[in-house]
């Protein structure tokens, strides 16, 4: 892509148009033009005294979504499927839709300009991975955002309908209305999430065999499984080895880890699990941290009525994390033993008193990390 070029100059130079008031096509007005709108409102179909368009999303961009905006990012709104990607670019109504392969996302990251644009897409079940991480390659900032904020807000705008198009434009356009709001992705924090994230995986393959093992009838599947087993335990090892070696690359993160680290029960593997799975932890208050966490009691009270409180939902994952740091700080952690005990002189379940150990320990965790990188953020940056 030539200086000067951006990725709505590309969609242009492809013959495809923008969406005028009419539909695509119908327009000759830049995509990224400035000025007063060729219709005359925002709100008409193009004739005075019209209604207004029904749809937001099929109506054409408002002035301020045009613009680029005073961080100066160019939102882009990709919905991701399994076999394609659909991209909305701010300022064109027109969708394109590119292949999901390694490919494909080459070819449309080539379009988009580091220093002007940022792209906007949600989880969708680990097929957006080979996008972030083209894009963590390339330097080119994204975002994920997550599906629930999207939902609602799709609903404050009143849509209705549900395409692939329509979705990738509301990302687009939620983008813009948040982007003050949106965390940006990091390299580092996905390279770490995909290295622990596969020794999970292989744990939990290992801890199968190793059941299987243990009652297997004949020698050639007990053979078959220890081979098994021997095979995993090399896989474990490499994936330790590129752990070992992402963390020198990073000291950031090996500054995080060692600040966690001072919390009784949480010992190098914990640490890093956390880092992955909340890349979040040291940055956000403790209500946050902990429904992110989903370890924030969600209460149901309306007029009368006193519902029981229960966990709202969070990453889930966090509570396997917690489950065994919460035994052991419960058993040689002072301040954690007297509020075990006062739960207790209170007649919590056993189960409420281990969620309420695995919240205290996130909140503590999260201040002792916000604390450490606001104390020494030249140590955090330099180690």
């Given amino acids: 892509m030539g200086p000067g070029l951006h990725v709505v100059d590309a969609f242009l130079m492809e013959g495809q148009t923008p969406a005028g008031p009419r539909g695509p096509g119908r327009s000759s007005r830049s995509c990224r033009s400035g000025g007063p709108p ?59 839709r590119h292949g999901n392969d390694a490919a494909s996302i080459a070819a449309l990251i080539e379009q988009f300009d580091p220093a002007e644009d940022i792209v906007v897409f949600e989880r969708t079940g680990g097929w957006e991975r080979n996008l972030e991480a083209a894009l963590a390659d390339k330097m080119i900032p994204w975002a994920v955002v997550h599906s629930q904020r999207v939902k609602a807000f799709r ?130 208050g403790c209500k946050e941290i902990t429904s992110l966490g989903g370890l924030a009691p969600r209460v149901h009270e309306s007029g009368s009525i006193r519902k029981r409180r229960g966990l709202a939902p969070g990453r889930t994952s966090i509570k396997v994390v917690l489950f065994n740091p919460a035994r052991t700080a419960m058993r040689f952690d002072p301040q954690i033993k007297e509020f075990c005990s006062r739960l207790r002189a209170r007649g919590k379940p056993g189960k409420v008193i281990m969620v309420a150990v695995m919240r205290k320990m996130l909140v503590r965790l999260n201040a002792q990390l916000r604390d450490a990188i606001a104390k020494a953020p030249a140590a955090a940056a330099a180690r």
């Fill in 155 to 284: 609903q404050v705008r009143g849509i209705k309908a549900k395409t692939d198009r329509i979705d990738a434009r509301l990302l687009r356009d939620y983008g813009r209305d948040r982007l003050g709001e949106l965390r940006l992705g990091r390299r580092e924090d996905v390279t770490l999430d995909c290295l622990m994230a596969r020794q999970r995986q292989l744990k939990a393959m290992r801890h199968a065999e190793a059941c299987r093992l243990a009652t297997a009838p004949l020698d050639a599947v007990r053979s078959s499984i220890e081979d098994v087993i021997v095979h995993l335990d090399k896989a474990l090892a490499a994936i330790a080895v590129e752990l070992a070696r992402h963390e020198d690359e990073h000291p950031d993160l090996a500054f995080k880890e060692e600040v966690l680290c001072h919390q009784i029960g949480v010992a190098e593997q914990t640490a890093r699990g956390l880092l992955a799975l909340l890349p979040e932890l040291g940055g956000l």
């Fill in 38 to 96: 060729a219709f005359l409102g925002p709100g008409t179909n193009g004739r005075e005294g019209s209604s207004p368009v029904c749809n937001p999303v099929l109506a054409p961009d408002p002035t301020k979504m045009r613009e680029v905006g005073m961080s100066g990012k160019h939102v882009i709104g990709i919905d991701v499927g399994k076999s394609w990607l659909d991209v909305a670019v701010e300022g064109c109504e027109r969708v394109r």
